[in-house]
C-alpha cells in the first residue's frame, strides 16, 4: 500500500524556482561560455519558453547576463562562489516569509497556533541555509562538472 500513496516533498518550490536554481548550476558549471536557453532547456529537460521567462527574471535582478545573437547565450553575472541560493529563489519568487503559516489560508490567528513555533523554526533554518550555500557548493556537493546537476 505505501508505493501506492503519491510522495509529496515536506518542502516545496515553485516549477520556475526550480527551474532557476538548476539553470544557475548549470551556468555555473561552464563559466567561460555563454549557454543558449535552448542548450540549458536540453540539459534540464524543461519548455525552453519557461526556461526562458525564468532567465529574462534573473537578468532583471543582476544574477545572469544574456547577450543576443547568434554568439550569444546566457552567463553567470557573478562568480558562482558569489551567488546564494537564496538570491536565486527570491529573485524568482519573491522574498522568503520565514513565519508564514503553512495552510494557504490560516486557520488560526497565529498567537496559539500548536505549529507555528515548529514551522517558523523550520522555515528559519532553510532560508540559513540556502543563504549560506553557493551556487558553486551544488555542484561541489552534487560533484558535478560543466553544469551537470
Request: charged letters at 25%.
Amino acid at each position: 500500500m505505501r508505493n501506492c500513496l503519491r510522495r509529496t516533498p515536506l518542502l516545496h518550490s515553485s516549477e520556475a524556482a526550480s527551474i532557476g536554481l538548476h539553470a544557475t548550476a548549470v551556468l555555473a558549471g561552464a563559466p567561460e561560455s555563454a549557454l543558449t536557453a535552448r542548450a540549458i532547456a536540453e540539459k534540464l529537460s524543461v519548455s525552453e519558453a519557461h526556461l526562458a521567462k525564468v532567465l529574462a527574471v534573473l537578468e532583471r535582478s543582476g544574477l545572469v547576463s544574456g547577450t543576443r545573437g547568434p554568439t550569444g547565450g546566457y552567463r553567470l553575472a557573478r562568480p558562482a562562489d558569489r551567488i546564494n541560493l537564496k538570491e536565486v529563489y527570491e529573485a524568482i519568487d519573491g522574498p522568503l516569509e520565514p513565519e508564514s503559516c503553512p495552510f494557504s489560508v490560516p486557520v488560526c490567528d497565529g498567537t496559539k497556533c500548536v505549529l507555528g513555533a515548529f514551522f517558523g523554526r523550520l522555515n528559519r533554518e532553510v532560508t540559513k541555509k540556502l543563504l549560506r550555500t553557493r551556487v558553486s557548493d551544488v555542484l561541489l556537493t552534487r560533484g558535478g562538472k560543466h553544469g551537470q546537476t
